[in-house]
């Protein structure tokens, strides 16, 4: 069975950092690449960034490009996603994904493993 379990969200006030984790466990196949996305209420599931499982290129949306920071560990399976400088409009729910393939847009069609979420409040 897979799993996808992300950590780390919570309240800060804007300008504030906060670091989100993922691990993953059971099979996921060839899926290469971890994605991160968000979801406010109301809006639709936005790709934030996203990083081969393995390392190498990195994607970014032109929202959190110079503030958030995704890196991988593929020995434990694990991603994270460092944010920096963050701003009320990051509030969100924010998940991560396995999927095959890492592209800009970042997709929610690229991607058929989802964890449940970790909730990122900012307030100013």
């Known amino acids: 069975q897979v799993r996808l379990v992300e950590s780390g969200g919570g309240s800060v006030q804007a300008g504030g950092s906060l670091r989100l984790s993922c691990v993953v466990s059971?099979?996921?196949?060839?899926?290469?690449?971890m994605g991160w996305f968000r979801q406010a209420p109301g809006k639709e599931r936005e790709g934030v960034a996203a990083i081969y499982r393995r390392g190498g290129n990195t994607f970014y949306a032109d929202s959190v490009k110079g503030r958030f920071t995704v890196s991988q560990d593929y020995a434990k399976n694990t991603a994270h996603l460092q944010m920096n400088i963050l701003k009320p409009e990051d509030t969100a729910m924010y998940y991560c994904?396995?999927?095959?393939?890492?592209?800009?847009?970042?997709?929610?069609?690229?991607?058929?493993?989802w964890g449940q979420g970790t909730q990122v409040t900012v307030s100013s």
């Open positions: 994904a396995a999927g095959s393939m890492c592209r800009e847009p970042i997709g929610t069609y690229d991607y058929p493993y």
């Open positions: 059971g099979d996921i196949g060839s899926s290469l690449c």
